[in-house]
């Protein structure tokens, strides 16, 4: 089945309009019901047909009421009965009216299937009863015995001993950190015990052989 689909484009509104099949324009061409109407029927609108009474709400002719004797699927109008305008010639002819700008003030129930189209409307619009409230349960008052089996007292309360923690790897790094103090001065003095290197003179060692030469 052809659905509409919701489109906000000018262009593509208007195309849909001139493009839409029979079924679909029937539905575009509803309009409201009157409040007396809605209360007997609990229905908002409906599509109009041929032989529905209405009352012209807006336009130039707001407050005509009358039957429709015609409708227009091709050009999205209803023809009242009596809304007629004189031509320029003197000829009379009736008034297209749109259909959003009417209300319905009785409605045509002879067809079978639009009373079925009604009950449908009206178990929709039926609100589903809410179910009934669970009965609240009474507060039960607690005994001072019962509070005594279910609650225990502090002094038969056993205390919770807690796990010894291990503290002998901490005092070992604290004993092990003198030792580490001891141990700097010893190489301290061995390192200073050590002799520094000496460098030999190459200058005398150059001028001796001068000397060799020249005593030669």
Known sequence: MQTLRPVT??????????????????????????????????VKSLPVRSGDTVRVVRGDHKGFEGKITRIDLSKYRIYVEGLTRDKVDGTTINVPVHPS??????????DKWRKKI?????????KPEKPAKKPELEAVQKTPEAAE????????????????????????????????????????ETKGARKPKTRRERTKGKVSLKTEEGEE
Do not use: C, G, N
């Open 9 to 42: 484009k000018p262009s593509k509104q208007r195309k849909m309009l001139f493009r839409a099949p029979d079924h679909i324009r029937h539905k575009l061409l509803s309009a409201h019901l009157s409040p007396e109407q809605r209360a007997t029927h609990i």
């Open 101 to 110: 700008k009417v209300i319905i003030t009785r409605l045509s129930v002879d």
């Open 118 to 126: 009604l009950e449908r409307k009206q178990k929709a619009q039926k």
């Open 149 to 188: 089996l279910k609650v225990p007292s502090e002094e038969k309360m056993a205390p919770i001993e807690e796990p010894e923690r291990k503290k002998t790897a901490k005092r070992e790094k604290k004993v092990m950190k003198p030792a580490k103090a001891e141990k700097e001065p010893q190489a301290d």
